[in-house]
């Protein structure tokens, strides 16, 4: 069965330095993988996914993600953070059935 | 938005009570799910419907049952609740059940066990 773990419970940065919210899966084929970001009283907003083709998918928000098949990861990250990225993210990986998703990083940035 | 919306936002019950949450997608999908977001764990799959068909449910406890009428909505009827079950429940959508496409979820609704 597939799973991710996200090791961070919760990560610190300064506003307009870069931000990493780490990712590691575990699957028995080709990993579809995702990034979802969840604001206070909102449900999940989609941020960017890889399916397949180049190993740096970019997306909402000036965010990023590197696949990494030897390592099996998938790290989020931004180059300069803004507190409005605040918020707590899920990593998630998919397979022909449903969608499993991490504990979650609650990523705080600070004026 | 993202063209998901649940009802109601927030919702306080006894444990002999029963409720019902509601679920509406107006985005055109053909799957919808049911997650369970307790404080400190993993999103819970609950149940997964492909073209109006439960194709999943992952050992939920009776007392919750789901209800999909049509494609475009979502139900889980709630009866004789325990405490434990307080938690925010997320409804989301999917053009299909396939793992290439990302899920779209409503706000939520925060749920209250007394």
């Known amino acids: 069965a597939q799973s991710v773990a996200q090791p961070e419970d919760q990560v610190n940065v300064a506003e307009g330095n870069p931000l990493t919210v780490k990712c590691t899966y575990s699957?028995?084929?080709?990993?579809?993988l995702f990034w979802y970001v969840q604001y206070p009283n909102r449900g999940l907003q989609f941020l960017l996914k890889?399916?397949?083709?180049?190993?740096l998918v970019k997306g909402s928000y000036g965010f990023e993600a590197e696949f990494n098949k030897s390592q099996t990861s998938f790290h989020l990250k931004k180059p300069s953070a803004l507190v409005s990225d605040s918020a707590l993210y899920f990593c998630?990986?998919?397979?022909?059935?449903?969608?499993?998703f991490g504990a979650g990083t609650r990523l705080t940035v600070k004026p | 938005e993202t063209g998901v919306t649940q009802t109601p936002r927030h919702l306080v019950m006894g444990m002999t009570n029963k409720k019902s949450l509601k679920c509406e997608q107006h985005?055109?999908?053909?799957?919808m799910y049911w997650y369970k977001q307790s404080a400190k764990k993993p999103l819970e799959l609950m149940f997964v419907y492909s073209l109006e068909e439960r194709v999943e449910n992952n050992s939920v406890p009776s007392r919750f049952s789901p209800e999909c009428p049509n494609s475009s909505h979502l139900f889980l009827h709630l009866h004789t609740l325990q405490p434990e079950d307080s938690a925010l429940y997320l409804c989301a959508s999917s053009p299909l059940r396939v793992a290439v496409h990302e899920q779209f979820f409503g706000p939520g609704t925060r749920l209250t066990v007394l």
């Open positions: 699957v028995s084929g080709n990993p579809y």
């Open positions: 890889y399916i397949t083709g180049d190993n």
């Open positions: 998630a990986v998919r397979d022909i059935n449903d969608m499993r």
């Open positions: 985005l055109g999908h053909n799957a």
